[in-house]
C-alpha cells in the first residue's frame, strides 16, 4: 500500500486509480491506514438536473483553477447500473480536453445503494485526493431530487446548475436542491428567458445568482470569483457541521445494509416488537459489532 501511494504521488496515474479503486472495495480501511495525516483540500460541489451543462461548467473550472497553477481532481457521482453496480455516466466527454493533464485527475463513481446521491467512497477518496497532493476537488452529482442534497455535507460551496426556462428553478425549489445551494448558475444564459428565470430564482432563494455561457468561458470568472468568497467565509464550525452530516449519513448507511435489520422489521411486523425497540436493538447490536 505505501509503495501505491508513494507511486501515485510520484504522479503515477495508474496507481492513483488503483488506490481509488480500493477506497470503493472492503480494503478502504486499509488505503486510510495508509495515508499520512494531511489537510482536508478544498471542494467545490456542482449539482443540478440532467442536461443543464454540469460537465461542460466543471470543464471550464478545471482550466481555470490549471491557470492559477491548482492540481484538479474531479469526482463524478453517478447512480449506479442496476445490473453492473458500476458508474452509469462514467463517459466524461466534455471534460476530455484535460485528459492529459497530469494535474488533473477525473473519476466517476458508482452510489451503489448510498443514500443522498453521493458514493459512500467520496469522504475517503477526497482524504486520498489531499494525500496525493491535489489542491482542490470538484464533485458532481445528477440533481434529480431531495435524495441529492447530501453534496452539501461535503462540498463548500454547492454550486446549482440550471437553464433559462424549461421550469428549471420550480422544479429545483420544489426538488430541495435550492435549499443547498450556496450559488446557483444559470447556464446557458445566451438563450431566450434567462432574466425570467433569473428573476424566479431570486424569489426562491438568497444565494448568490449568476449568468453563465459555460462554452464560451462568459461568466465564468464570475463564479470563480464567488466560489473563492465563499471559501473564504468558511468557518470551523460551518466544517464540524459538514463532518457531522457526513458520519450520521455513513452510519445510517451502515445500518440500512445490517444484517440484523430484516430479522427485526419481521418481529415489527407480526407484532412481537415495536419499531422504537427494534431501532433500540439495532443500533446496539451494531456498536457491538464494530
Not at 1 to 24: F, N, P, Q, T, Y
Not at 56 to 83: Q, W
Not at 172 to 195: F, H, P, Q
Request: proline content about 6%; aromatic content about 2%; overall charge negative.
Amino acid at each position: 500500500m505505501e509503495e501505491l501511494i508513494a507511486s501515485a504521488r510520484d504522479g503515477s496515474v495508474r496507481s492513483a486509480g488503483r488506490l481509488l479503486s480500493l477506497v470503493e472495495s472492503p480494503r478502504r480501511s486499509e488505503v486510510l491506514a495508509a495515508l499520512p495525516d494531511v489537510p482536508t483540500p478544498r471542494v467545490v460541489g456542482i449539482t443540478g438536473p440532467p442536461g443543464a451543462g454540469k460537465s461542460t461548467t466543471v470543464g471550464a473550472l478545471i482550466g481555470a483553477y490549471r491557470e492559477r497553477g491548482l492540481r484538479v481532481a474531479v469526482l463524478a457521482v453517478d447512480p449506479s447500473s442496476p445490473y453492473s453496480g458500476g458508474a452509469l455516466l462514467g463517459d466524461r466527454i466534455r471534460m476530455a480536453a484535460h485528459i492529459n493533464d497530469p494535474d488533473v485527475l477525473i473519476r466517476s463513481l458508482a452510489t451503489r445503494g448510498h443514500l443522498g446521491g453521493l458514493a459512500a467512497a467520496v469522504p475517503a477518496a477526497i482524504r486520498l485526493l489531499a494525500a496525493l497532493g491535489f489542491d482542490l476537488v470538484v464533485l458532481e452529482t445528477v440533481g434529480v431530487g431531495q435524495s441529492e442534497i447530501e453534496i452539501a455535507a461535503v462540498a463548500d460551496p454547492t454550486v446549482v446548475v440550471l437553464n433559462p426556462g424549461a421550469g428549471d428553478a420550480v422544479q429545483a425549489a420544489k426538488a430541495g436542491l435550492l435549499e443547498v445551494a450556496d450559488i446557483v448558475v444559470v447556464n446557458k444564459a445566451d438563450r431566450e428567458g434567462a432574466d425570467q428565470t433569473m428573476r424566479d430564482l431570486r424569489a426562491e432563494t438568497d444565494a448568490t445568482i449568476l449568468k453563465l455561457v459555460a462554452t464560451e468561458g462568459q461568466g465564468l470568472p464570475e463564479l470563480v470569483d464567488a466560489i473563492e468568497a465563499h471559501h473564504r467565509a468558511d468557518s470551523p464550525e460551518r466544517r464540524r457541521a459538514r463532518a457531522r452530516a457526513q458520519i450520521l449519513s455513513l452510519a445510517h448507511t451502515r445500518l440500512r445494509s445490517h444484517p440484523e435489520l430484516d430479522r427485526l422489521a419481521q418481529a415489527v411486523a407480526e407484532g412481537r416488537s415495536d419499531p422504537y425497540a427494534a431501532a433500540e436493538r439495532l443500533f446496539g447490536v451494531a456498536v457491538e459489532t464494530g
